[in-house]
């Protein structure tokens, strides 16, 4: 049992205080914690507030249940070590309700008045996991001892409601404050941004008189966050040439504005330009840089960063680059990394077992994925989510295993999603299972009865079995609901910096005419080298051959491969997103494409990446 002498004990020697102090913040492991407390209480420093605060610090950071127990042996804790015991218990979401506890204690059972420092830690603890209560409970404490006007304490009441999503309330603190500073402003972007209102959030950051790195990476974030990629990177180079040098924060949130546009060039600008020795890599941005080289299609160049990174102790690098991995299409160099992972006992946590099983899914490797779901639980303690479940079903659906997919689901511990069900009824759709299919359908159209994805894969059951009377019930009834519209093919290509993005059938480019009479050129040479149009993606009955043809031609990858043809030099590897999965005929194409003319082709639709080249996917034809 801890004891602790009384408070009005002194140090006998300032020299043996001063050993005692420094051998404290030696202090690298939980047992020298322990021997140092041991001396600390024999020779009655314990009761020194300096003393006592150091070590409690200190154990806070190594054990917070000692630490607290430490703090309630402390006969008459003076107001810094109250501080330091609410601002610890308020880092961690379960422990929060003990950081309102010793605040509680500090209002109650001392003499001590709560100051700005009290209230900063307390508004965080409520914020991190506390309840509307608690917090205005605190709140009204800053009134009774003066300090609502506090700025430290505004900012704190700002950041709380941003936290649980009240902004408005936050709105309204921000607003009546008589003193606010640079943190104020920031706190109140970073509430909106947290919202998705990115409306108000630009109109706040623009009246700024005063931005710091903090100010422009918030608002970078806020765009990557709300998918507004382009305007992502537009601040950023704003950022760049009027605004603080970019910190590691920035470039995370650059880079993934990179990656989800496929942005190479300015992704290895953005790399380079840590390399010039600007920016200090840490793994955080590591697994950044990885995942960028990857999602722009340079799985090989990801790789390389990857393995050339000697010290690898954090698991977000070895999760960039399964997912990677897995992306790509290649299964057994993600369970390599994961293998190698293991050997340097890195602990891998929920996404690295999303990554695994998604690669697994993409490579027919159904036994490697039930293992690895069977030791997530058994060796990692990790207990499957939905999203494994997800993974899961993916892989037993892709492989032909539908029966199997359809009892996982069934013995689910929560309830499956649209989205578990939409795999296994777009296996449905490969496989031609078209009762279950139809099945399937009535359970999603259940959970969901506008669901647009459900009306189209039933739609191309249908069509591809050539059962066109119920595709054409199907879609009229779909268009007379009308209260959805499904989300139409978009494929994007960047050239020499600027993204041009087609749509189906679209004419809206200034290069339009230009591009038709290629892709009518185009056509005929790959009908000459074999190419036959796969007319089962169509989901409407056409019945002339011609306009079958003319409707698969025009979609929109076709049109974004077109014209990366006609503007890039022979040899240059053409790179194309999708925001939808590759169809069967444009894939198809493309294969007969990249051959015609001799160009890699790197398509990036929803679910993976497919690289073409001469004739030949690397998805071998499964995806």
């Known amino acids: 049992m801890m004891r602790f002498y009384s408070t009005s004990a002194k140090p006998s020697h ?67 070590i109250y501080n330091t015991m609410i601002k610890a218990h308020s ?5 929060c309700h003990n950081s309102f506890g010793v605040f509680r204690s500090l209002t109650r059972d001392s003499d001590l008045f709560p100051n700005r420092y009290s209230f900063v830690f307390a508004f965080s603890a409520c914020g991190n996991g506390l309840s509307m209560q608690e917090g205005q409970q ?48 920031n706190t109140m972007i970073a509430a909106f941004v947290g919202s998705g209102d990115m409306s108000r959030a630009k109109e706040l950051f623009d009246g700024m008189q005063e931005k710091d790195v903090v100010s422009w990476s918030t608002i970078i974030a806020g765009y990557v966050q709300v998918g507004c990629f382009v305007e992502a990177l537009d601040f950023f180079n704003e950022m760049l040439q009027i605004g603080p040098r970019p910190n590691e924060y920035t470039l995370v949130s650059a880079f ?14 953005i790399h380079a330009y840590i390399g010039r020795g600007e920016i200090k890599m840490n793994e955080r941005l590591l697994a950044s840089i990885i995942d960028m080289y990857a999602k722009c299609g340079e799985i090989e160049s990801a790789s ?42 890195v602990s891998p946590n929920k996404v690295t077992f999303i990554a695994l099983l998604n690669a697994c899914s993409h490579g027919y490797m159904v036994e490697e994925g039930k293992l690895y779901f069977r030791l997530m639980v058994s060796d990692y303690a990790i207990t499957p989510e939905i999203e494994h479940y997800g993974c899961m079903v993916d892989l037993l659906s892709r492989s032909g295993f539908l029966k199997k997919a359809e009892d996982m689901i069934s013995s689910m511990p929560m309830a499956p999603d649209v989205a578990i069900w939409g795999a296994l009824l777009n296996a449905c759709r490969i496989y ?34 050539g059962r066109w009377n119920e595709a054409r019930m199907l879609r009229e009834k779909k268009e007379l609901s009308n209260e959805r519209k499904k989300i139409p093919g978009c494929s994007s290509i960047e050239l020499k910096g600027t993204f041009h993005q087609f749509l189906v059938g679209d004419r809206s480019h200034p290069e339009s005419r230009e591009i038709y009479s290629f892709l009518d050129e185009m056509t005929i040479k790959l009908k000459s080298a074999g190419y ?32 990366g043809l006609m503007n890039t030099a022979y040899g240059t590897p053409i790179r194309i997103v999708k925001n939808l999965r590759v169809c069967g005929d444009c894939h198809q194409a493309t294969k007969f494409i990249s051959k015609v003319y001799d160009r890699v082709i790197i398509v990036r639709d929803r679910t993976r990446y497919h690289h073409f080249k001469d004739g030949i996917c690397s998805c071998k034809d499964y995806w």
């Not at 690098?317 to 992972?341: D, L, R, S």
């Not at 969901?448 to 739609?459: A, F, M």
């Not at 409707?551 to 076709?558: G, I, P, Q, R, T």
Request: glycine share 4%; hydrophobic share 40%; proline share 3%.
């Open 14 to 80: 300032s020299d043996h205080y001063s050993r005692l102090v420094s051998l404290i913040e030696s202090c690298k492991s939980m047992q020298q914690i322990k021997q140092t407390h041991s001396q600390l209480v024999t020779t009655a420093l314990i009761s020194h507030p300096v003393s006592a605060n150091k070590l409690l610090k200190l154990a806070a950071c190594a054990s917070l249940s000692y630490a607290h127990k430490l703090f309630d042996q402390i006969p008459q804790p003076d107001l810094f």
């Open 91 to 95: 880092l961690l979401p379960h422990s």
């Open 138 to 185: 605190v709140r009204v404490h800053a009134v009774k001892v003066g300090l609502e006007n506090n700025v430290f304490v505004l900012n704190a009441l700002i950041s709380m409601y941003g936290k649980w999503g009240l902004v408005e309330e936050g709105w309204k603190v921000f607003q009546w404050a008589v003193d606010r500073d640079l943190y104020s402003w």
């Open 256 to 269: 993934a504005a990179c990656s989800n546009l496929v942005a190479l060039d300015q992704g290895k600008w």
């Open 304 to 345: 390389r960063i990857f393995f050339n990174y000697k010290v690898k102790q954090k698991v977000w690098p070895w999760n960039a680059m399964i997912g990677g991995f897995a992306m790509h299409g290649k299964p057994n160099e993600a369970i390599n990394v994961f293998e190698q992972m293991k050997v340097k006992k």
């Open 432 to 465: 031609k299972d078209i009762e279950r299919g139809y099945r399937i359908g009535r359970i999603i159209k259940d959970m969901d009865p506008n669901h647009i994805g459900c009306h189209v894969l039933l739609s191309n059951i249908y069509s591809t079995s």
């Open 532 to 563: 036959v149009p796969e007319f089962g993606e169509l989901l409407r009955d056409i019945d002339d051959e011609e306009d079958k043809e003319t409707a698969l031609s025009v979609h929109s990858e076709k049109l974004a491969i077109a014209f």
